[in-house]
C-alpha cells in the first residue's frame, strides 16, 4: 500500500503536498511523511492502525484467524462491521440506513474480487503477527520515531481496534503534536451514526488551511 501511494504521487508529479489518513490509512500517511519530507508538508492522522496501539482482542482475533472486522461480503457482515466500528451504546440499529448500506454491498458485488478482503486481511495478520523485513519499522514501533514533527491526530475515546490509551501512550513524548481527543465516538461512527469526519472536519480544516469550515 505504501508503495502504491508512492507510485500515485510520482505518476502525478507531484512535488508538494499535505497528506490525510484514517485507520491503516493513518499509518501509510505517518511513514509516508518520514519517508518523503521533502514533499509532505503536514499530516493529519485519525486513529493511525499502529501495531502497537491496537487493542489486545483485535490483534488476538487476527492471530487466531479471526475476521478482525474487516472482511464483508454479505449484507449481514456488512451491518456487524458497522456497528463494532460505533460507540457500545448506540442509538441506532445499524450507523448508516440501508439507502447507502446497498450500494456499498452492491459495488462489491460487481467490482471486488471473491475473498478479496479475506485474502487482504491474511496478508494483514501475516506482517502484523510476525513482521518481516519487508514491514516498516514505523509499523511495529512502541512511540513516535519523530517527536519533533509537527502533526495533528485525532483518536476516539471510544474506539475498539485502535485503543485511545495506546494512541495517547504512543504519542506521549512527542513535542509538536496536537493530540485531539474525539469524545464519545468509536473507530468510525459516534453513537448517533455519524461520521468521525464530520465530527473532525473544522479542527483539520483550520489545520491544514489556516481557516475554520463554514
Known amino acids: 500500500m505504501i508503495e502504491t501511494m508512492e507510485q500515485f504521487i510520482e505518476a502525478l508529479n507531484i512535488e508538494s503536498c499535505d497528506i490525510l489518513g484514517y485507520s491503516m ?46 472482511c464483508f461480503e454479505t449484507r449481514t ?12 451504546d448506540r442509538t441506532k440499529k445499524n450507523p448508516l440506513p440501508k439507502v447507502f448500506l446497498e450500494p456499498i454491498i452492491r459495488d462489491r458485488e460487481r467490482n471486488t474480487p471473491s475473498h478479496y478482503f479475506e485474502k487482504m486481511t491474511q496478508s494483514l495478520r501475516d506482517t502484523m503477527i510476525q513482521p518481516n523485513s519487508n514491514f516498516h519499522y514505523a509499523m511495529v514501533a512502541q512511540h513516535d520515531i519523530d517527536p519533533n514533527a509537527d502533526r495533528l491526530v485525532f483518536w476516539p475515546d471510544q474506539d475498539h481496534i485502535c485503543t485511545h490509551a495506546r494512541g495517547k501512550d504512543f504519542f506521549s513524548d512527542s513535542n509538536a503534536i496536537e493530540f485531539v481527543t474525539v469524545e464519545n465516538c468509536g473507530h468510525i461512527f459516534d453513537r448517533d451514526g455519524k461520521a468521525i469526519y464530520g465530527k473532525v472536519a473544522p479542527q483539520i480544516t483550520s489545520y491544514l488551511f489556516g481557516t475554520t469550515q463554514r
Open 77 to 88: 457482515e456488512l451491518n456487524e462491521f458497522l456497528c463494532k466500528t460505533s460507540t457500545p
Open 25 to 70: 490509512g493513518g499509518a501509510i500517511a505517518y511513514i509516508l511523511y518520514q519517508d518523503h519530507p521533502e514533499i509532505i508538508r503536514k499530516s493529519v492522522l485519525v486513529s493511525p492502525g499502529f501495531q502497537s496501539c491496537m487493542s489486545a482482542s483485535y490483534l488476538n482475533d487476527m492471530a487466531n484467524g479471526g475476521k478482525a472486522n474487516h
